[in-house]
């Protein structure tokens, strides 16, 4: 599942690492790059590092100053970034998530401010999709780069289930609950849900409520705006995923039930649940661990539409895409930034990502994605994404990194029943008071 | 010079009690000394001076005041945080205590049968407790694990272990358990095998039987093993961490938060290690006192040699 290192944050070990990290050397292994040469630190990955280094050998061979791919390992990824960002350590460009991940950074003066050099440059701005590159913003400016495939959240099917109880792909709401309805009297958990983690039960939070309140709802809460969870369209959207959870829709045991490690796919690809909704790389993951069912009963699709929502029935959630970006205080600041201009959006950085099985971020590949393992596939998360008005990032990495954990929390208990729609709205405010 | 004679006789009379005795001079403990000193007073003094501050990790910490302590009288998370973790540590402390006692008593015995089960019991302790806890979350899996054929058995109808309050605590109790049971029974049976034979001796031509044995002769002869035991015991289990974060990752909900969680939290997830700081020291000071209220009122301190008149 190298192909697209989900959002898995950090490693579950990482406390003993990251204290290390820490209080213990800086910046280590790796070639560090020598004076006359930018370094791109990016993630170790067998498949996506030769396409990046090729990008590097196109650029480098007419370049004065030459870049030097710098792979790092998963674990302590962020932690390194973290304390090498201040110092000389510092990478020039850098692999990250966007959002969460870089805002501290963005905020602290750390990152070079990109907007000009997109703005001034309007063919290299267009070369992407306009959502994708919004998504990357911070306190409204680009300070990411797109890099890889696009990750959006969106509903998959176990078609085999479906046909053995006679029932439709939902396209509505009230087909969604009709069809959930029909699976439970047959004995089957209408939806996988991994609830031992929260930012699987947040996919659903985030869908509902971008369907019945529209992207503006989140949009103030991840602004501050005061009174924003106050929205009816939270109340609304905490009162339905209640009444789901209430209705059996996810089954009894979900709380208990991992993603890591697959058990949540193998509750899905069995047959024990007919949906599932999680990010596009639920396909590859399936491809690896169930390579029949992918091949045979998979199906996809958007979140279903809600009928009276003031939602725009196209938006996304998810992970827009990576992002690289660029160290201010760094002294090749200019290589780097035509390094990404020349190569970020070129033909044949695209076809690399393609042929690995990426859907990048990049406008009109349409005809270019036969080239994809799956075309089908990838042309259905392109459309998704090149369709949508709005992507929205994950919740958890949209807010202050500090609001993410106590909102987590809070989903989870309003899973469990613990909170209802006014306190979720309290717990939200209490952390950010 | 004075001779050893005179030593003790001076050290009788309680006079020339400190220039007499041929203790090592203060250069011995130098290395141990300086070694404390600098990995574990240095961090805890900067600790303390952390949680006067806010710092995100990059750059210099900014002076806050009382800003973090503040926030953690009133938070309402660190409260419930705290209930579950004394809680934690009292039901660990009662399930292990028992435990482990009967079993060293046990394993004090010298029957061949018992010295190999003793060193089966003992493998739990060699693993590290990171495998421990994956290898029970496996377990724990309510569709494929262990808890989807034997959670029936107990109670739990679809195998929702680790997805309920209760559920979730148990396990945390009893993998603890199993982990830690081992070393304490070693322990025990370390101290069961010091009793001398002679007190057994004279119960049993005075008509004792194994019961009041164990009650009138053992219980007494281990309770400064007990003293230490159960001291290990609850500062552990305030401080234990990596089970809960690989186990129940704090699930379901805030179910088992606990203060150590809180602070990884703060620090690792939120970069707030000024708060994480505060969190930290708050469990400095409850460890501490806990253990010197032990100390206290257990009579540990007096030292009193369960030997006397021997």
Redesign the interface.
């Known amino acids: 599942m190298t192909a697209s290192m989900p959002r898995r944050r950090f490693l579950t070990l990482a406390g003993g690492g990251a204290a290390f990290a820490l209080f213990g050397a800086t910046g280590c292994g790796g070639e560090d790059a020598a004076d006359g040469e930018f370094s791109v630190w990016v993630l170790q990955d067998e498949n996506v590092n030769p396409v990046s280094q090729a990008s590097l050998d196109r650029y480098n061979g007419a370049a004065e100053v030459k870049g030097v791919l710098q792979p790092e390992v998963n674990t302590g990824y962020r932690d390194k970034v973290h304390i090498s960002i201040g110092t000389g350590q510092r990478p020039d460009v850098f692999f990250n998530w966007g959002g969460g991940s870089i805002r501290t950074y963005a905020r602290e003066g750390l990152l070079e401010d990109l907007t000009p050099h997109l703005d001034g440059d309007p063919a290299f701005k267009n070369a992407f999709l306009p959502s994708v590159l919004d998504a990357g913003k911070i306190d409204g400016k680009f300070f990411g780069i797109p890099m890889r495939t696009m990750q959006p959240v969106h509903m998959f099917y176990n078609t085999k289930v479906f046909g053995e109880v006679g029932v439709e792909i939902p396209e509505t709401w009230t087909q969604f609950l009709d069809v959930c309805e029909k699976l439970k009297s047959a004995g089957i958990t209408p939806v996988a849900l991994a609830g031992a983690q929260s930012w699987t039960e947040l996919m659903w939070i985030e869908y509902l409520v971008e369907r019945i309140g529209g992207a503006q709802v989140f949009a103030d809460i991840a602004a501050g705006t005061a009174g924003a969870w106050q929205n009816p369209a939270i109340a609304r959207a905490i009162d339905t995923t209640r009444s789901l959870v209430d209705s059996g829709v996810f089954g009894t045991n979900f709380a208990a039930v991992e993603w890591e490690g697959g058990a949540v796919q193998q509750v899905f690809s069995s047959g024990k649940a007919a949906m599932h909704l999680m990010g596009s790389w639920e396909y590859t993951t399936q491809l690896g661990s169930a390579p029949e069912f992918a091949r045979d009963d998979l199906a996809w699709g958007p979140f279903p539409v809600i009928e009276d929502g003031a939602g725009a029935p196209d938006a996304v959630v998810g992970n827009p895409t990576n992002y690289f970006s660029v160290t201010k205080d760094s002294a090749h600041k200019d290589a780097a930034i035509a390094y990404l201009k020349q190569e970020m959006a070129s033909e044949a950085y695209v076809d690399g990502l393609i042929a690995i099985g990426d859907v990048p971020a990049v406008a009109d590949i349409t005809d270019r994605l036969s080239g994809a393992g799956n075309p089908e596939f990838a042309a259905f998360v392109y459309d998704l994404v090149a369709k949508a008005p709005s992507f929205q990032l994950s919740w958890d990495q949209a807010v202050e990194r500090e609001l993410a954990s106590p909102m987590l929390d809070a989903i989870s208990q309003v899973f469990l029943g613990e909170l209802d729609a006014a306190g979720f709205v309290k717990a939200n405010e209490d952390a950010a008071a | 010079m004075s001779t050893a004679f005179e030593k003790v006789a001076a050290v009788r009379r309680g006079s020339r009690r400190a220039a007499a005795t041929p203790r090592p001079n203060f250069l011995y403990i130098l290395p141990a000394a300086l070694f404390f000193g600098f990995f574990a007073l240095l961090p805890l003094v900067l600790v303390v001076a952390l949680s006067f501050t806010t710092w ?4 210099d910490p900014e002076a806050a005041g009382m800003e973090n302590w503040s926030r953690l009288f009133s938070d ?2 660190v409260l419930a945080a705290t209930r579950t973790t004394l809680f934690l540590t009292v039901l660990s402390w009662a399930t292990q205590t028992p435990l482990s006692l009967l079993l060293g008593v046990w394993a004090a015995g010298r029957q061949r049968n018992r010295a190999v089960l003793s060193a089966v019991f003992f493998l739990p302790l060699l693993l590290s407790s ?1 495998a421990i806890a994956l290898m029970f ?2 377990f ?5 694990g262990l ?1 989807a054929d034997l959670g029936p058995l107990i109670g739990f ?8 309050r209760g559920g979730a605590l148990a396990a945390i109790v009893f993998v603890v358990g199993w982990q830690f049971v081992p070393f304490h029974t070693l322990i025990y049976q370390a101290a069961a095998r010091n009793i001398p034979a002679v007190l057994y001796d004279a119960a049993t031509i005075d008509g004792a039987g194994r019961w009041q044995a164990f009650r009138r002769i053992t219980l007494p002869q281990l309770r400064n093993t007990v003293v230490t035991s159960s001291t290990l015991m609850i500062v552990g289990s305030l401080t234990f ?2 089970t809960i ?2 186990l ?7 179910a088992t938060h606990v203060l150590p969680f809180l602070m ?3 620090g ?5 290690f000024g708060y994480a700081a505060t969190i930290a020291t708050l469990l400095v000071v409850v460890g501490t006192t806990l253990s010197l209220l032990i100390v206290r009122f257990s009579g540990f301190a007096k030292m009193r040699s369960t030997l006397e008149g021997l």
Do not use: Q, S, V
């Open positions: 995100t990790g990059i750059g309402e998370k990171a979350h496996r724990l899996d309510p569709n494929f808890a109808e679809d195998g929702n272990i680790i997805g309920t961490f990596e974060l690989l129940t990752n704090g699930g379901p909900g805030i990884y939290r703060a690792f997830e939120g970069y707030e």
